[in-house]
């Protein structure tokens, strides 16, 4: 692990959901400026931990700190501030159908801006000219490729200059060229921003490609949080079949300790 500063921090998170425990006491620090994917088997809580950084959801228990403002004691209005701080890729790219490339990336720009059309237009040229992608703000979302609605719900992401992008998934639905471009793209966006990044995936080559740590989410805890190397060559059984692609055998028995 770096030493850097932790931008976001999770200490002692729990969430259920209709009794089904998800997160069990998971801690999680994030430095600012890297590049973090989170692994962890489909359904293991993955989206559900992302959603907490934002404060989408909040914990049954324990804190949840953004540059150390503690999201469970923030109000509404205090909670809007701080994610104007993050930009967010869903894992389908979420594109308003309805609205043309540049309507859905100026969207961000509409709702927390007093900008003038003309400058929010300039600023939407800027965002999908950074993603590769010109002369398209007339065209609709259903005309694009998997791979250009990606770019373009980037483009969207990076609208209002966050500090913290979010990924879900971000190369779901793609072919292998597709998923190594924008694996390249998302490198290259973060590092000539400086932003920090956390990435959710269950994509292997992706995070070994990408990440400078890689956290291991099972069974609602991160047991693992560490530079790509070292994950490849974990002693866990959790991870090493994971990475072979092996069903989960171990045994869990944090059900009867937290009962």
């Keep these: 692990m770096t030493d850097k500063r932790h931008i976001i921090r999770l200490e002692q998170v729990y969430k259920s959901f209709n009794g089904l425990k998800v997160l069990r006491g998971l801690d999680l ?53 701080v994610r104007k701080r993050f930009g967010y890729l869903f894992q389908n790219g979420a594109l308003f159908d309805s609205l043309t490339v540049g309507e859905n990336v100026a969207f961000p720009l509409q709702e927390h801006t007093n900008w003038r059309w003309t400058k929010i237009k300039a600023v939407v040229e800027e965002k999908l000219q950074q993603v590769g992608l010109q002369g398209i703000t007339e065209k609709m979302p259903g005309e694009l490729s998997g791979g250009m609605r990606k770019r373009v719900a980037l483009a969207r992401a990076l609208a209002l200059d966050p500090e913290i992008l979010l990924f879900d998934e971000p190369t779901t639905g793609l072919d292998p060229i597709m998923t190594t471009t924008i694996g390249d793209l998302i490198a290259t966006t973060v590092r000539r921003l400086q932003v920090t990044a956390v990435i959710i995936s269950h994509d292997l080559s992706l995070a070994f ?51």
């Design 29 to 81: 620090v994030i430095p600012q400026g890297e590049i973090t994917v989170i692994l962890g088997r489909s359904g293991g809580g993955k989206s559900v931990l992302l959603k907490h950084f934002l404060g989408l959801l909040l914990p049954d228990q324990g804190h949840v700190l953004v540059d150390g403002q503690n999201l469970v004691a923030l109000a509404e209005r205090q909670l809007f501030q």
């Design 209 to 259: 490609s990408l990440a400078d740590t890689i956290a291991f989410l099972h069974r609602g805890r991160i047991i693992a949080h560490t530079d790509p190397e070292s994950f490849r060559n974990s002693p866990l059984e959790p991870i090493q079949q994971f990475i072979a692609g092996r069903p989960d055998t171990t045994v869990d028995n944090t059900q009867k300790d937290e009962d």
